[in-house]
């Protein structure tokens, strides 16, 4: 499985950007995709993870601003960011799991919010 992602980019705090993740290869044992993060001396973080069958789950901070999505027909997956925070800086990496439990990721992409 590869993972490939879009550029984030800068944003001012406020704003919205889309990341988008498109999947190659075997994607067909894909079961579990997800975005996680990792900011500036922390431990990398979930952000939002999408089944195949759609059920998505989220941690709180981000809960009400982002959406998580996924387009089975084209291989991707997105993140939709709104009302971005400047906590909200980090790289961002897409992840996907399979049926196999193993874990492939995307490039990281960075994103930075600016106040």
């Known amino acids: 499985v590869q993972l490939q992602a879009s550029e984030g980019g800068l944003v001012q705090a406020g704003g919205f950007r889309r990341l988008s993740c498109a999947a190659s290869?075997?994607?067909?044992?894909?079961?579990?995709m997800g975005w996680y993060r990792q900011a500036p001396g922390k431990q990398r973080e979930l952000v939002a993870a999408?089944?195949?069958?759609?059920?998505?789950n989220y941690t709180d901070s981000v809960k009400g601003r982002f959406t998580i999505s996924r387009d089975n027909a084209k291989n991707t997956m997105y993140l939709q960011m709104n009302s971005l925070k400047p906590e909200d800086t980090a790289v961002y990496y897409c992840?996907?799991?399979?049926?196999?439990?193993?874990?492939?990721w995307g490039q990281g992409t960075q994103v930075t919010v600016s106040s």
């Open positions: 992840n996907a799991q399979t049926t196999l439990r193993l874990d492939y």
């Open positions: 290869g075997s994607i067909f044992m894909i079961n579990v």
């Open positions: 999408i089944t195949g069958g759609g059920s998505t």
